[in-house]
């Protein structure tokens, strides 16, 4: 009897290990990223590619356009990711950031743009791991769209 149970409680172990190890791996996978997702994200970088390129060949006027149009790319119902007064900070300072890159452009100075691209990217970077990480796992809740500042200036 007592080598029954013993082998009872193995099987059962084994089971536990291995339904543990399956969850593990499935956490482990990155989820499927929706086709309308890909390519509003390939939309994101394709923007912040030509603001680096106007930045290394001090072509202000692409700058401010491409910025200008990250600006409005974080408007669209896409962006809102998470439904977070943390998200919804980090999206109006990202919005304020590409402003200030805007403005810089437009005065083109080359030092204020390369500070202003360097902060608009570290938004990029400390909002993505946000995204990432599940959003905090803050209590999501429903945003008042009259509420969201957007901070993006209209274009000339």
Known sequence: MR???THL??????????????QVRLLAQPPEIAPATRNFMQAK??????VLEGLS????ELIAKHAQEL?????????QVL???RYVDQSADFRHAIQHLVDAAKSKDIDAVALAYVDVTLKCVHCHKYVRDGGGREGISVL????????IAASP
């Open 3 to 5: 080598k029954r149970s």
């Open 9 to 22: 409680g193995r099987g059962i172990l084994l089971i536990v290990v291995g339904l543990i190890s399956w």
């Open 45 to 50: 970088l394709s923007h912040s590619q030509k």
């Open 57 to 60: 060949l001090e072509n202000y």
């Open 71 to 79: 600006g409005l790319l974080s408007m669209e119902s896409q962006w």
């Open 83 to 85: 439904r977070t007064q």
């Open 144 to 151: 008042d769209a009259k509420s969201i500042d957007t901070g």
